[in-house]
């Protein structure tokens, strides 16, 4: 059975960091791609960041130089380090394969980047 628990969110002002993490349970981290997404009030989710199980990397245009994905495929986790926050980062972040599965989201992370 596919487990995915993120953490690691939290309030931070504007130009602060954070990092999250997603561990993974079941097969679902060892054969896929994995990815970040995230979903802002009356806003459609969307995939930010992207890494195969090869360690190849993609980002959207919002985040690129700000955010780097990584996993430790030791221990079935894929990481999200935001930088140079902005108040438009603010959402709920999941993490999924890539692409996702409709039936393994979980209840994601809140980021809120606030003065």
């Known amino acids: 059975q596919v487990q995915l628990v993120e953490s690691g969110g939290g309030l931070v002002q504007p130009g602060g960091s954070l990092r999250l993490s997603c561990a993974a349970s079941?097969?679902?981290?060892?054969?896929?791609?994995m990815g970040w997404y995230r979903q802002a009030p009356g806003k459609q989710r969307e995939l930010v960041a992207a890494?195969?199980?090869?360690?190849?990397?993609n980002y959207a245009d919002s985040v690129k130089g700000r955010f780097t994905i990584s996993r430790d495929n030791a221990k079935n986790t894929v990481y999200l380090q935001m930088n140079s926050l902005k108040p438009e980062d603010t959402a709920v972040y999941y993490c999924?394969?890539?692409?996702?599965?409709?039936?393994?989201w979980g209840q994601g992370t809140q980021v809120t980047v606030s003065s």
């Open positions: 890494i195969t199980s090869g360690g190849s990397t």
């Open positions: 079941g097969s679902i981290f060892s054969i896929n791609a």
């Open positions: 999924n394969a890539d692409p996702p599965f409709t039936q393994y």
